[in-house]
């Protein structure tokens, strides 16, 4: 079985459809994308309605949570002001069709493949104040820090994404793989996984697109977007 597993599109139409002209794409038999398919791009819309087109596995992400009308609260620590107008924009152009769609994908999968467990969600869920929101990422990234976020999971492998980076770490007997971005970085990164009689084997690629029309059409739309993460080549 191939399994490609992508995160973090972001709104990022250009990423997502380079993504999909891949042979990667093509030649998957499962396709999983880990969630956060807005805020950060200006074509949510786009995005949340060809991931469902194209049949992909669709996990939520704690922006996409955030859409369906959990934003949090005006103290919440560490939400900044920034992060407020965009949510704001988003909430004004996303179509109440698609905010009905990420209602309706769950936070996280299980699969199990020639006998290996495979874990897949967007990062690790917890209740906060009476609401549902993604952990405090750790300090820094280890083996020891990953055992920790994901003490609850019995999975052989675990595939997770929304801290926009790459690592992977293992205890020989747990393997964890923290899956980059494909809309808010270029190039885009994602994950194959081919499994072939117990046997599991995970691949890095990236995939180009064309980031300065998505910086263009971000900047014609009016969408108040991060110049930080988001920059022309």
């Known amino acids: 079985m191939k399994i490609l597993v992508f995160s973090d599109v972001h709104g990022s139409y250009e990423g997502l459809k380079a993504l999909i002209k891949t042979e990667d794409w ?3 038999d499962k396709r999983i994308f880990l969630g956060d398919a807005c805020i950060g791009c200006s074509r949510p819309n786009e995005c949340i309605e060809l991931l469902c087109e194209e049949n992909c596995i669709n996990l939520m992400g704690n922006n996409d949570y955030y859409i369906c009308d959990h934003l949090p609260a005006e103290d919440e620590e560490g939400f900044s002001d920034g992060k407020r107008i965009q949510f704001a924009w988003m909430q004004q152009n996303i179509k109440e069709a698609n905010k009905a769609k990420l209602k309706e994908w769950k936070r996280e999968l299980y699969l199990n493949v020639d006998g290996k467990i495979l874990y897949f969600t967007h990062y690790p869920w917890e209740f906060s104040n009476n609401d549902l929101n993604v952990i405090d990422g750790p300090n820094e990234k280890s083996l020891s820090s990953r055992q920790t976020m994901f003490k609850d999971i019995d999975a052989d492998y675990i595939f997770f994404g929304h801290e926009h980076g790459r690592d992977n770490f293992t205890d020989g007997k747990k393997y964890f793989y923290c899956v980059d971005s494909v809309g808010l970085k270029f190039p885009g990164y994602y994950l194959m996984i081919e499994i ?5 084997d995970v691949v890095e690629k990236f995939v180009e697109f064309d980031i300065n029309k998505e910086v263009d059409l971000m900047e014609e739309a009016g969408y108040p977007y991060n110049k ?5 080549i």
């Open 196 to 200: 072939n009689n117990g046997q599991v």
């Open 228 to 232: 930080n993460k988001m920059k022309r």
């Open 26 to 28: 093509a030649n998957a």
